[in-house]
């Protein structure tokens, strides 16, 4: 089953001896036992940022820090890489509603989602889509009642009835850049 178990809904989970491996790499990049946000970016190869990517980065990192020590944990650490690898859409657009909601107040306004969108395209050095019309489709297509700000309900509703949509959200959230990084970790260990 190429080192993942299956469980119910064709949903696979990462196995005792990947997680292992993954605790192994990362008290190799982090003795301590915890990641501070130098060690993430230097563990994903991330360096020489411009300011608009750096924040991505930090966001990315304070959604990975539940406990909001300032510290990601290998429990934290195993807990983002299930959900990017093996999350159901429901969970990866919970997680990126966080992720869009930079200010935390349970709403995505279009500033917010302009400015991680563009964020996203540093980091991924990908500009196919023009920032504010992705903007401006987003709202248009899932801001129901029309005030200018998504909820966590509009949001997932809004991409699970557009998969169109639902795609470009998806691929622009594409970490596999970011886990070959870790992977390529993970076979220099095995």
């Known amino acids: ?15 005792a001896v990947q997680t292992h491996v993954w605790f192994k790499r990362f008290m190799t990049e982090c003795p301590s036992g915890l990641q501070t946000l130098h060690e993430f970016k ?3 190869g991330l360096r020489g940022l411009n300011q608009r990517a750096n924040q991505y980065v930090v966001q990315l990192f304070n959604i990975f820090d539940k406990n909001k020590d300032g510290f990601i944990d290998f429990l934290e650490f195993i807990a983002a890489v299930n959900l990017v690898t093996q999350g159901k859409v429901d969970q990866k ?6 992720l869009y909601d930079a200010d935390g107040n349970g709403s995505i306004d279009k500033k917010e989602l302009l400015n991680i969108f563009m964020e996203i395209q540093t980091l991924n050095g990908q500009n196919t889509l023009n920032a504010e019309e992705f903007t401006n489709l987003v709202f248009e297509k899932i801001d129901v009642n029309n005030d200018g700000e998504l909820t966590l309900e509009e949001f ?3 991409l699970e009835k ?8 998806t691929k622009s959230f594409d970490f596999s850049h970011v886990l070959q990084v870790i992977q390529n970790g993970m076979k220099e260990d095995t």
């Open 1 to 15: 089953m190429g080192g993942k178990e299956s469980v119910a809904g064709g949903q696979t989970v990462i196995t």
């Open 42 to 44: 230097a563990l994903l």
């Open 93 to 98: 657009l919970k997680w990126y509603f966080k």
């Open 156 to 158: 997932i509703g809004g």
């Open 162 to 169: 557009d998969p169109k949509l639902l795609e470009i959200i």
